[in-house]
């Protein structure tokens, strides 16, 4: 049995959750949730965008399940408090192309690992008498220890090359650590290919020719705009998942955010959630059930019949949920 702590959140982030626990109830693995509150509407009710009660539920489950939530000005983010007090130092984004999604390929499977808890997002960042300056931190330890993750991952993906991205010609001490970390790792390695490339090039190939990547490792911001840049690729913030993972702890939540403009009109797309549950059952090692899962959200966005408006559709997001749900046993 897997204990879950779910996380619905504000705006849509309730509905594409409550369509994602619906539809797990018909695979064959036994999960235990448990529900905690966090984002805007927690902190009306509870004076704080994230209880601890919040995170240490999410501590004790073997993973959350974090649907969105509506940034509070001046308040702590929830997402970012929890991804640093569990340590969840990996965030992984499958770049993946699914049949009937309106996207500029139609062939891509590629893997982002971004370094979660470093560089230019240590959070220091001063203001100075000419204007401002931020630190970008980069150690050996968080440098080794992304990299040996995306190794892992390209083992258990059945992938063969792994691209490290830097910009170690003008960061040559941060990046420089960074790629000769990457490369001392890679010699445990040996049987799978590796390269390096300036993080300026990868934002170009990514547009020209994406399906020469199969695993992409870098650090905290080329990671983040790299993995933007990958969700439009292959349909948008609807459609992708995200995992963010730690030694003890991980997370699963989909890329977009609570989407307020289309709130309470049960139309959001449920796939980023289901895509981000199908996550969440390959960290469980439960990988035939995550096969039935993906293979049915595949069907269902094949057919295009049921569908919600942002794919073209006209269905609800229950309606697109239940439709998966009756395609795992078809
Ligand atoms: P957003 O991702 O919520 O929405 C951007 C656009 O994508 C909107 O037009 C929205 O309708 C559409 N969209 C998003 N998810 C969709 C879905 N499942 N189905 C169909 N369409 C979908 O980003 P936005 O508007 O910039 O932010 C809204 C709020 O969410 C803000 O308070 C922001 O800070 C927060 N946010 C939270 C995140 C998180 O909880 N991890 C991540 C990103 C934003
Ligand atoms: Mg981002």
Redesign the pocket.
């Known amino acids: 049995m897997h204990k879950i702590a779910v996380i619905p959140?504000?705006?849509?982030?309730p509905e594409?959750t409550g369509a994602a626990w619906n539809v797990l109830e018909a695979l064959e693995v036994d999960l235990d949730y448990d529900y905690a509150p966090a984002?805007?509407q927690c902190f009306q009710e509870r004076g704080t965008t994230i209880p601890t009660e919040t995170i240490e539920l999410a501590r004790k489950a073997d993973a959350t399940l974090?649907?969105?939530?509506?940034?509070v000005p001046g308040q702590k983010s929830?997402?970012i408090t929890l991804r640093k007090e569990l340590d969840l130092y990996a965030n992984l984004r499958p770049i993946k192309s699914y049949p009937g999604i309106d996207s500029f390929y139609s062939d891509l499977n590629f893997l982002i690992v971004r370094e979660n808890t470093e560089g230019l997002y240590s959070g220091m960042e001063y203001y100075t008498e000419e204007g401002a300056q931020a630190i970008r931190v980069i150690t050996r330890k968080a440098s080794r220890r992304i990299c040996e993750f995306a190794f892992k991952q390209a083992i258990k993906f059945d992938f063969n090359l792994i691209t490290a991205v830097h910009k170690a010609n003008v960061l040559k001490k941060t990046d420089g650590i960074f790629k000769d970390v990457f490369y001392e790792v890679a010699q445990q390695h040996g049987h799978i290919k590796t390269e390096d490339l300036y993080v300026d090039a990868v934002a170009m190939f990514m547009v020209t020719q994406p399906q020469r990547f199969q695993v992409i490792v870098t650090t905290n911001l080329f990671g983040d705009i790299l993995s933007d840049e990958g969700a439009g690729l292959v349909g948008?913030?609807?459609m992708v998942p995200s995992a963010n993972i730690g030694d003890e702890n991980a997370l699963f939540?989909?890329?977009?955010?609570?989407?307020?403009?289309?709130a309470s009109k049960g139309?959001?797309?449920?796939?980023?959630?289901l895509l981000s549950s199908v996550l969440m059952l390959q960290h469980f090692g439960e990988d035939f059930e995550a096969c039935r899962l993906e293979g049915a959200i595949r069907n269902v966005l094949k057919e295009g019949k049921v569908v919600?408006?942002?794919l073209g559709g006209q269905s609800s997001t229950r309606e697109m949920a239940r439709e998966v749900k009756n395609k795992i046993d078809s």
């Open positions: 959140g504000d705006g849509v982030g594409v984002g805007e974090f649907g969105a939530v509506t940034t929830a997402i948008g913030l609807g939540e989909p890329v977009h955010g609570s989407a307020p403009d289309i139309i959001a797309n449920p796939t980023a959630m919600t408006p942002d």
